[in-house]
């Protein structure tokens, strides 16, 4: 990986539908090359999917709740069978097992509490779970899909501190 392909991994993470020829005229390259290289990332899994980002207003799920989730059973069976549950529901949208005194966080998002109570009832329904927590936000101050690339280890011949 070298500094134009961090170049082409930041328009297209601004920017999924950007036409290969714009991509490449941005990053001073010509089309086909420019190609080549984003086929190659993809074939390496450093671009996993290309996504439209929704509006949560317009498609109505505005609220988000983190839960905190708390269990007594720590092994592989019960951690496979809450995953299958946990991917059983489309609020979830992010899922982590955590280190600490929380075991595992979900961000859900529904349009208003007495969604996330009907989901929480029907989790619960499924699965035993000792604590769960959650907390909603009262405002989203900074959103982004993008991930930070000046962590990107670049190839020597490149310049690791090239833009």
């Known amino acids: 990986m070298d500094r134009l392909d961090r170049k082409i991994l930041r328009l297209l993470q601004e920017d999924s539908t950007l036409a290969v020829a714009d991509v490449a005229k941005k990053v001073g390259l010509s089309t086909t090359p420019c190609w080549r290289r984003i086929q190659k990332l993809e074939e390496e899994g450093v671009i996993q999917r290309r996504v439209a980002i929704l509006d949560p207003v317009k498609?109505?799920?505005?609220?988000?709740?983190?839960v905190s989730i708390r269990t007594n059973t720590h092994n592989i069976e019960w951690l496979k069978r809450f995953s299958e549950v946990i991917q059983e529901f489309p609020e979830v949208v992010?899922?982590?097992r955590m280190s600490g005194d929380v075991d595992y966080l979900?961000?859900?998002?529904?349009?208003?509490i007495a969604?996330?109570?009907?989901?929480?009832?029907?989790m619960i329904a499924k699965i035993e779970i000792?604590?769960?927590?959650?907390?909603?936000?009262?405002?989203?101050?900074?959103y982004t899909t993008q991930l930070p690339l000046d962590y990107l280890v670049l190839d020597k011949e490149s310049?690791?501190?090239?833009?």
């Open 159 to 163: 310049g690791a501190n090239a833009a």
């Open 94 to 96: 992010e899922f982590y």
């Open 59 to 66: 498609v109505n799920t505005r609220v988000n709740v983190f």
């Open 130 to 142: 000792r604590d769960v927590s959650s907390s909603f936000a009262m405002e989203q101050i900074k």
């Open 106 to 112: 979900l961000r859900v998002v529904v349009p208003d």
């Open 115 to 122: 969604a996330y109570d009907a989901f929480y009832k029907r």
